[in-house]
């Protein structure tokens, strides 16, 4: 069964709880409130803005909200099931009730909400006698009236770039690009690409609306975010109509429009449905049943591969804006010299098109925490989530299109959504994963015949995705010279239950540490001793570890240090320094594993990185004395 959540938002002037560009609400009982900030629109433009506006405004953020506060089971619910998929129902005032209870509106919004974040809504619109102003969430900008000829969402990434420039440059555009801003570490980045842009257009060319959307007292316990989109889509809407547009654009490439699942256990609203085709048809619905007027909100990039984004930016001699532009998934990982984790997808896709469109030379590898093809992926998930990437690849560039058809039969669900026959649509759909197919390929079978002509590969760490994806080439029949490399990474694990053989084999290893504390040293009991920085990486994470153990704590709920904490400890100029030194400690303890013969995946997980929370030693692994 799914969790049911009631969810009371409080949009009055007099709120319970709400400062003027705050918008209360209540989830289960419990008070929440969101800031709602939108900059740069003129008073000219925005004073007394139709009620329609404001509420759907209202309703994005209430949703959102909900959707952030409201935990699908985070890290260790690997299931779909009723941690993933929520039941919610909302009950908000509005200015236009009998809009928003009429059935083209409310039948819409549920619809296409439900199809974005793979949960069951429900609403009650009721009548907002003392309704907030609107003019309370703004910060206005320049007096000087902004005509929009275009509005399109501008995030701060590659493609979006890429649409910004056509629309400025080729298509000679005034552009009101529309931003929400989650984090102050995006923000910069959104303005300093706006500023460029300025500086390449001719003036009076852009506007750009930043939004900012937050959750207050740390109550964020969603990190997916599926409805952002949704408040996204509301803020480029409200702005669209001010200006009295009736066209939104974003833009995002097709291969993650689509978001076709690489593996298994990527389904549901796990494969994101962003910009998908039906997520874009369904707001277009919502917003011309809202506004009474045919609205269309489009992605003209649908037919584009991420390669072929890159060649957009460079043909308009903006390829030295790659650098600047933002893809990373782990906003808050991001630091000045590591902007990119180099372990999520968005990563992974971001480098592979850059190396395949010959722009490496501006988009150093040094701004990736964990390098593409050469750093070790020392965890679990992560080795799988680049090894995915590439098999996924290589099976679209083999696949004939009669059997990618079957086996992605959720592309058929798509087909309706284009202004052009579904026959015709489909082999758009193919050809353009095809072309992905080849080029992510392409760039691995290159390196792969580089590293293989120098040597390289006999000598990479295994769990670097250069070895791992050579494991999958050349696992069948090795060529002379090569050393032999191991089969690929295994799978996440299933719920199909395991012979009792093969429990026996993969149990992982109890690993003892034996903490002198005199002398600073740490012994692996079976390994040996490790010293120096190593050591004092596992001393430090062992205290909270032996903390936790003399509470009695379960091994899930055991802390971990976060690492900005691990950098002011450690005296290290920022955190892409913390992870350096841990991946060092992991190579140093892999490397004693495989001179005493143990099995590198004994110790792989000693320590355990969970994404936006820390490190920690493994509490299902280890087991810490302290002399």
């Known amino acids: 069964m799914q969790r049911e959540h009631d969810i009371r938002c409080r949009l009055s002037r007099g709120g319970k709880r709400a400062s003027?560009?705050?918008?209360?609400?209540?989830?289960?009982?419990?008070d929440r409130e969101i800031t709602l900030k939108i900059r740069e629109?003129?008073?000219?433009?925005?004073?007394?803005?139709p009620h329609a506006v404001s509420d759907l405004v209202e309703i994005a953020a209430c949703v959102y909200g909900a959707d952030s506060a409201i935990s699908r089971g985070g890290s260790m619910d690997q299931a779909l099931g009723q941690l993933w998929r929520r039941r919610m129902h909302f009950e908000i005032p509005v200015r236009e009730p009998d809009l928003w209870n009429s059935a083209p509106v409310k039948s819409a919004l549920v619809d296409t909400l439900g199809f974005l974040s793979d949960d069951d809504y429900a609403f009650t619109f009721t009548h907002n006698e003392d309704p907030r102003r609107f003019e309370g969430y703004l910060e206005f900008g320049p007096g000087e009236r902004f005509h929009a000829e275009e509005v399109m969402l501008f995030s701060g990434g590659l493609d979006s770039l890429a649409g910004a420039l056509e629309e400025l440059i080729s298509r000679g555009k005034s552009v009101a690009l529309v931003s929400h801003q989650s984090s102050s570490k995006i923000s910069h980045v959104q303005t300093d690409l706006v500023r460029e842009l300025q500086s390449r257009t001719k003036s009076g060319r852009i506007l750009h609306v930043p939004v900012t959307a937050q959750l207050r007292d740390g109550s964020n316990r969603e990190t997916t975010h599926r409805a952002r989109a949704f408040l996204f889509a509301a803020l480029g809407m409200a702005t669209a109509h001010m200006f009295d547009r009736d066209r939104l654009r974003f833009y995002e490439n097709g291969v993650i429009s689509m978001n076709l699942p690489p593996v298994g256990q990527v389904v549901g609203a796990r494969a994101t449905r962003t910009t998908h085709p039906q997520t874009l048809a369904g707001f277009g619905r919502l917003f011309t049943a809202v506004f009474d007027r045919a609205v269309r909100v489009e992605n003209p990039y649908i037919w584009k591969t991420k390669r072929e984004v890159l060649d957009v930016i460079a043909q308009h001699g903006a390829a030295d804006l790659i650098a600047a532009a933002h893809s990373c998934a782990h906003v808050y990982e991001k630091s000045v010299m590591t902007p990119h984790c180099g372990r999520c997808s968005q990563c992974i896709d971001r480098r592979f098109a850059v190396l395949a469109a010959g722009l490496a030379a501006h988009d150093p590898e040094e701004a990736y925490a964990v390098d593409l093809m050469h750093d070790p992926r020392i965890d679990a998930r992560d080795r799988e989530n680049a090894l995915s990437y590439v098999r996924h690849a290589r099976q679209l560039r083999a696949m004939p299109p009669r059997d990618f058809m079957i086996k992605f039969g959720e592309v058929s669900r798509a087909l309706r959504f284009f202004d052009e026959p579904p026959e015709a649509a489909a082999r758009r759909i193919y050809a353009l994963h095809h072309r992905h197919g080849e080029t992510v390929s392409a760039v691995i079978d290159q390196e792969l015949a580089t590293a293989l002509t120098t040597g390289e590969l006999s000598g990479a760490d295994p769990d670097c995705l250069l070895k791992l994806a050579g494991a999958d080439v050349f696992a069948s029949s090795q060529p002379a010279g090569i050393a032999p490399v191991r089969s690929a990474t295994p799978s996440l694990p299933t719920d199909e239950p395991a012979s009792t053989a093969a429990t026996q084999d993969t149990k992982p290893r109890e690993i003892r540490l034996n903490i002198a504390v005199s002398s600073g040293t740490i012994e692996i009991v079976g390994l040996g001793v490790v010293t120096g920085v190593s050591a004092k990486v596992i001393t430090t994470l062992a205290e909270q570890h032996l903390e936790a153990a003399?509470?009695?704590?379960?091994?899930?709920?055991?802390?971990?240090?976060?690492?900005?904490?691990?950098?002011?400890?450690?005296q290290l100029s920022g955190e892409a320094m913390v992870r350096r030194r841990i991946i060092r400690a992991r190579k140093r303890v892999s490397e004693m594993a495989a001179a005493a013969g143990w099995s590198r995946s004994d110790v792989a997980e000693i320590i355990e990185n969970l994404p936006w929370k820390g490190y920690r030693l493994n509490p299902f692994l280890v087991r810490v004395y302290k002399f």
């Open 20 to 30: 003027e560009d705050g918008l209360s609400f209540e989830i289960d009982g419990h």
């Open 550 to 570: 003399g509470k009695g704590r379960e091994p899930a709920d055991y802390p971990l240090f976060r690492a900005a904490v691990l950098a002011e400890r450690w």
């Open 41 to 49: 629109l003129t008073a000219g433009i925005a004073r007394n803005p």
